[in-house]
């Protein structure tokens, strides 16, 4: 019976791990660590919305996350302001709308998740994102890269930077809606930013750095379900608990042997 | 008279406008195959406002029309890979994985080492020939760059000019580039493109350093010093 709770919440925890993980590599680098944490609070009114209406609540959070990546890309194109100034003025008012309307019995499983709620279907649909996201992340990864080092560089070389911008945008509320049910809206952005600042403590080349990031999301996930199964407590504070103490041993590797990447 | 077999660039009444402003008035000029063009200008003149427009980056009124199919090598300013973890390797390989190595030779970088070191940890000097083999890497045959030298100290600036100079001779690629150098211009350019928002002066880069032409482009007395490491 307990393994009927603990598998599906693992196979998800380590799924959405790897594949926040991964997406998430390229949103530190982009300087978006804060965009990546926001962007997850804006599908508190889209779970909302599928409780009171009666709908699978992850396609009201995909939804959701996926018409607002698709409105910041617009207005970051249209007004030329940074995405952080957009996603700070957008995503905290969505995630006041969720708490407003989202009824009170289910807020604190929305906000921090609950491996009690996954089942095998949320693992399986959890399991296909993620490759889907890590797969097609992997084909733009090399242009969206250059479009850091250079937007002119990466134009003139034939790549369209807007296009691969909102792909990847698209891919990380994919990602973030899957990692919902486990993490919780309000930390599930955790997922995407701290795996990749601790890989990259770690990290002097792209290869090295993507897999530590994903590891470090699978390890994070995992340990945050365990955790959870085992003590009773929510499971998006014990993931995020997890995640930093992987953060601080990286620390330590790092000061103890002098890394330097 | 050239013929058109000599060109490979012709600019016709190009004119670019940035937010309403004029940045560049009615530039015309062409440019011979497998020389050197040095573009010049103070700052804000449309220097690489120019390089944009040549590279279609930015909408532009008038007619640019390169010959015969060119392959362009670019290596725009201020490019910076700041704590990125990207290696050497990796960067290159973003533009094909065969011939890297034969390209770091050709910029002076044959020490199998480099090829694992952190972009951001690189030199100014070696993060310079690193962009100059990205630019080649692909077989271009003409090769754009803006201010190549600018992170670079004097003695690195000399040798990577040397290399261009190389570069054009052997493979025959045709150079334009961006530079403030007076020296390495008259030294390692032929021809010169004085930039103020129209063209200032067109003609040979050894006239740089007669008085009348270096006030017409800055706009005051400019007394040459001698270079470091020029004649």
């Known amino acids: ?29 982009k300087k978006m660590s804060l965009v990546g944490d926001a962007l997850s609070h804006v599908a508190l009114p889209g779970l909302a919305l599928g409780i009171l209406f009666n709908f699978n609540p992850f396609i009201g959070a995909f939804a959701v996350l996926f018409g607002s990546a698709a409105i910041i890309w617009r ?10 100034t957009i996603v700070g003025a957008i995503f905290t008012l969505a995630l006041a709308i ?3 309307i989202i009824p009170q019995v289910d807020l604190l499983e929305a906000l921090f998740g ?4 996954v089942t095998y279907t949320d693992a399986i649909t959890a399991i296909i994102i993620s490759a889907i996201a890590i797969y097609l992340t992997r084909i733009v990864y090399s242009k969206l890269i250059m479009g850091m080092i250079s937007e002119d560089l990466a134009i003139s070389a034939g790549i369209n930077i807007a296009r691969i911008n909102l792909i990847y945008l698209l891919l990380v509320s994919l990602t973030v809606a899957a990692g919902i049910k486990i993490v919780g809206s309000l930390l599930v952005g955790f997922l995407v930013v701290v795996p990749a600042a ?38 998006g504070p014990l993931v995020v608990v997890s995640g930093v103490a992987v953060f601080i041993a990286a620390a330590l590797i790092r000061w103890a042997t002098k890394y330097s990447p | 008279m050239e013929s058109s077999d000599d060109c490979i660039l012709t600019v016709s009444d190009l004119s670019v406008r940035i937010q309403n402003q004029l940045i560049l008035d009615n530039i015309n000029f062409k440019l011979k195959r497998g020389t050197t063009l040095a573009i010049v200008g103070p700052n804000g003149a449309g220097k690489s406002v120019l390089f944009k ?11 640019i029309e390169w010959y015969n199919k060119v392959k362009i090598g670019y290596v ?11 290696s050497v390797r990796e960067f290159l390989s973003f533009k094909g994985c065969s011939g890297i190595k034969g390209c770091l030779d050709l910029v002076g970088l044959n020490n199998e080492a480099i090829m694992d070191k952190r972009l951001g940890t690189l030199s100014g000097g070696q993060f310079q020939r690193v962009l100059i083999a990205w630019a080649i890497i692909d077989g271009p045959n003409v090769l754009l760059f803006d201010e190549p030298t600018s992170a670079v100290d004097i003695d690195n600036e000399e040798a990577i000019y040397e290399m261009l100079n190389r570069l054009e001779r052997d493979s025959e690629i045709t150079v334009l580039i ?12 032929e021809d010169m493109l004085a930039l103020n928002r129209k063209v200032i002066f067109f003609g040979k880069s050894e006239r740089i350093v007669e008085p009348e032409i270096l006030k017409m482009i800055y706009g005051s007395e400019i007394v040459l010093g001698k270079h470091a490491k020029g004649s």
């Open chain 2, 53 to 63: 427009a040549l590279l279609n980056l930015i909408p532009y009124m008038g007619k």
């Open chain 2, 178 to 189: 961006i530079s403030h150098d007076i020296h390495l211009i008259r030294d390692y350019s």
């Open chain 1, 198 to 235: 601790t890989a990259k403590t770690l990290s002097s080349n792209l290869l090295r750095y993507s897999i530590l990031s994903s590891f470090f999301g699978a390890v994070s996930g995992t340990s945050g379900v365990l955790l959870s199964n085992f003590t009773g407590l929510p499971t």
């Open chain 1, 1 to 29: 019976m307990m393994m009927d709770v603990l598998v599906p919440g693992l196979l998800t925890a380590i799924s959405v791990g790897l594949s926040a993980g991964y997406l998430g590599s390229l949103m530190v680098l």
């Open chain 1, 114 to 117: 609950n491996i009690a709620a």
């Open chain 2, 76 to 86: 725009p300013q201020n490019l910076t890979a700041g704590d990125m973890p990207i």
């Open chain 1, 75 to 84: 207005l970051e194109r249209v007004t030329k302001l940074s995405f952080e």
């Open chain 1, 98 to 100: 969720g708490i407003l």
